[in-house]
């Protein structure tokens, strides 16, 4: 049997070689993309039961662990509704554009030494690029719905990751002078060594603004003025159903988890241990767990703080962060030139 396999994968032609490798890596980054998700999904509800004082799921399977599974399915099954009046491509494609742009920011995650899909010099470039198309998905959910309270959330979307693009931008920018490099994985060596060297102790100030942006990025509490119920019903989602709705779903919860692994190889080290003792159990590991510590401050930041109203939420943008920002690109340029780290 295996001999006969062989022999058929040799006789292929190698653009089609190319393409089943290809499309093998991706299933392998796709699959365990989804089951963390759905899993993280239960967790973040288990989190926010504890903090209210319920149960949370507790029914489908052991502990509830399946429920996520049983809302994908049911998502799945049910009946995909357009709206007669709205443009029926731009309308589906907005979704699958969302999703699709959650997964391919991935692709210069580094999880260890050489542990990466695509080790490009220019890699947090790549991934600041990603996420600022992430908007256009909104947009043109947003538009294609042909609704009110759609086009008001595709709005507020557009305006608020414009706004909290820029101070991420520059808290990037302190970063990138002292490690030297665009490449993520030359950022996680730079802090190699311990703890005492994560870049969270003299950038912490930006990893404060970093975080807060990130909820805001990706529309998290108190953040989440595009789909405000009490204002938009759902806002820019709130004619989609079915799988549409899913993969705007999917999308969110995949930009929540490269905002956690972002901020964990930017300040915390990415894969390193904190003291070189424990350099023995394996990087990924380090990164995932460091992964789960930033998405349980997000599910904590849901069920703890009320929403920003939308003028709280522009000044705090453009007239605290931008500033401080600004002006800490030109502090720590001078402090990295002063201390020869530049």
């Not at 049911?74 to 969302?98: G, H, M």
Request: hydrophobic share 60%; with cysteine.
């Amino acid at each position: 049997m295996a001999n006969w396999i062989i022999e058929l994968w040799n006789g292929l032609p190698f653009y089609l070689q190319y393409l089943l490798q290809t499309l093998g890596f991706i299933m392998l980054f796709v699959l365990p993309f989804l089951l963390a998700i759905a899993l993280l999904v239960y967790g973040e509800r288990k989190i926010w039961a504890a903090m209210q004082m319920r149960r949370g799921p507790n029914v489908v399977g052991a502990f509830g662990i399946l429920q996520s599974f049983a809302d994908g399915l049911k998502l799945l099954l049910k009946e995909t509704i357009i709206p007669s009046s709205a443009n029926k491509v731009v309308f589906l494609l907005a979704p699958v554009l969302t999703f699709t742009l959650a997964l391919v920011a991935w692709a210069v995650i580094p999880w260890d030494a050489g542990m990466v899909i695509a080790d490009i010099n220019v890699g947090i470039l790549y991934v600041m690029a990603i996420s600022s198309l992430g908007v256009y998905g909104i947009l043109m959910a947003g538009w294609a719905s042909n609704s009110r309270y759609a086009f008001l959330g595709a709005l507020r979307s557009a305006a608020q990751m414009v706004s909290y693009e820029v101070s991420i931008g520059f808290v990037l920018v302190t970063i990138l002078l002292w490690a030297g490099s665009l490449n993520l994985s030359d950022i996680v060596n730079a802090q190699a060594g311990g703890f005492w060297n994560w870049y969270f102790i003299p950038f912490f100030p930006m990893f404060v603004i970093f975080f807060i942006s990130a909820l805001a990025e990706t529309n998290r509490t108190p953040f989440d003025l595009p789909e405000a119920e009490a204002e938009l019903v759902a806002g820019y989602q709130v004619e989609y159903s079915s799988m549409a709705f899913a993969l705007f779903w999917l999308g969110e919860y995949g930009n929540i988890l490269l905002m956690c692994v972002m901020t964990s190889i930017l300040f915390f080290g990415g894969w390193h241990a904190p003291f070189a003792a424990l350099e023995f159990i394996p990087g990924p590991l380090w990164l995932i767990f460091k992964i789960l510590i930033f998405f349980f401050i997000f599910a904590w930041v849901k069920a703890a703080l009320p929403r920003y109203r939308y003028d709280q939420l522009m000044r705090l943008g453009w007239k605290v962060f931008l500033p401080i920002s600004l002006a800490a690109v030109v502090i720590y340029a001078g402090l990295g030139l002063a201390l020869g780290i530049i």
